[in-house]
């Protein structure tokens, strides 16, 4: 393919996007992945090319763009030297118009920013939002520790004991280590979240919202596969890909328990006043995860951002009713939005006068929220992780 071609075929990929976005259909990666399949004449270094135009032109548009020509050409405010390959070429895009208007830029929709602002986040903050993300491992303790892994290529040690840094794109599935189970893809930020639950071998721990098991194999590797680990969800889809997951990571220990939305509390009846410590991975907006998945901007509303606030106040709410006298809430959103962080750790509090927020002793990220009801936020800016708010809350004896 030429440059141009490759900028046209960019351009009707970002159509597919936006409309996606709009529709609430499927997500950038996979409209990029069925092109690819569907246009077998694109080699490798066009794919590679391709999806680099298109993940600069999202980066480069705040809020959602008209069209994918509009984002391509907001892409060209910030490359000048892609000018060019508008020349009205065979299959290349069409000159520019005179007076063609790109895309809007900035971080996101002016409502999601005032929502940031809001959060103390915004200038150096806001921007790194976007920065390309680093790939980061996790050595599965169950089968392996960093200083005996050996590796195809050395990667930066982390803060987190198990934790390697790689450059963004690192082909890691390709290497053995990772296809038997010793390493797991995993942000340091989300290592820490795992870390902040302190789960013991022999405990009691509920993995409340486990999806697919990213944290739930974090916990059982720390409980070195001794008590009690429940991962349940509400999507039967994602809590049957733990399964093949745990196996590959000799994580044995692990239950999957699907819940009922709504009517969370049977299945999990149980374990009433039971747990040590129960984790809420609560699903958010992901204002913290834009780094890996930048068009997620252009699907928020207020409507739904609503909705994950009840969401998660009812999460809290159901997982104090699980933990035992004296026991322990993890409550995590990879959201640097208040109203998905503190705000729910203060209402929560409210309600319940005798939980207390205990602080966090982690060596990363900020306390963050108002007194008596704070937690530790995280920041891919001052912390170089995803974005996370983690709070613990202790039952009364
Ligand atoms: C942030 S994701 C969890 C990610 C997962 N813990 C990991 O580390 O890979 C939030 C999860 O909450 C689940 N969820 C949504 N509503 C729920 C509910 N009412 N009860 C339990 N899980 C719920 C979603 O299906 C989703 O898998």
Redesign the pocket.
Known sequence: MTPAARVQSAIGILDTIIEKARSRGAPADRVVSEWARANRYAGSKDRRAIRELIYGAIRACGPIPNSGRAAMLRLVEVQPELADLFDGSNYGPPAIGKNEAAAVGGVAAPWVVRHLGKSWISGNEAEALLERAPLDLRVNALKASRDNLELPAAGEELLADNGLRYPSGTQVEQWPAFQNGQIEVQDHG?QWACRAVKAQPGETII?????????TLSLAAAMENRGTLIA????RS?LSRLRPRAEKAGASMIERVL?D?GK?LVALNEFRGKADAVLV????SGTGTWRRNPEARWRLDKAELLKFAE?QA??IRMAAQLVKPGGRIIYVT?SLLNEEGSDRIAAFLMGHKDWTATPLDLPIGRPHGVEGAQGTRLTPFHDGTDGFFIAQLTSPC
């Open positions: 989300s993995d409340m919202c486990a999806g697919a098991g990213g944290k349940s969800d509400t999507d994602r819940l939305h969370e991975d609560a699903p958010c969401t009812n999460l990879c």
